[in-house]
Nanobody, 126 residues
Framework: QVQLVESGGGLVQAGGSLRLSCAAS????????MAWFRQAPGKGREFVAS????????YYADSVKGRFTISRDNAKNTVYLQMNSLKPLDTAVYYC???????????????????WGQGTQVTVPS
């Protein structure tokens, strides 16, 4: 079993930055495809970004491309999401997800991941 714990969320003014972390425990996720999703109030969970096990391939939602950067440190069993130029529309609970198959076949779909964290709140007031 893999446990994922997100941290780094908070309240930030528009235009500001936050760095989210996702620490994995229970098993190494070095060969897992990892992702960040988010869910705003009253909306479904949407894909934000994902990264291949080796870190050489990254994928982003159009809404965050150029502002967010996903990265990983396999030695620390941790994945990061650097968020810059934050907007009120970025307000959501952010979830870390892991795909134990390690492929990126369904990287943008919730069904492509079998482990999830409990989420961290990011609030950008308008």
């Amino acid at each position: 079993q893999v446990q994922l714990v997100e941290s780094g969320g908070g309240l930030v003014q528009a235009g500001g930055s936050l760095r989210l972390s996702c620490a994995a425990s229970g098993r190494s996720v070095s060969y897992y495809h990892m992702a960040w999703f988010r869910q705003a109030p009253g909306k479904g969970r949407e894909f934000v970004a994902s990264i291949s096990w080796s870190g050489d391939r990254t994928y982003y939602a159009d809404s965050v491309k150029g502002r967010f950067t996903i990265s990983r440190d396999n030695a620390k069993n941790t994945v990061y999401l650097q968020m810059n130029s934050l907007k009120p529309l970025d307000t959501a609970v952010y979830y870390c997800a892991a795909d134990s198959l390690g492929d990126d076949y369904e990287y943008s779909s919730v069904v492509g991941y079998d482990y999830w964290g409990q989420g961290t709140q990011v609030t950008v007031p308008s």
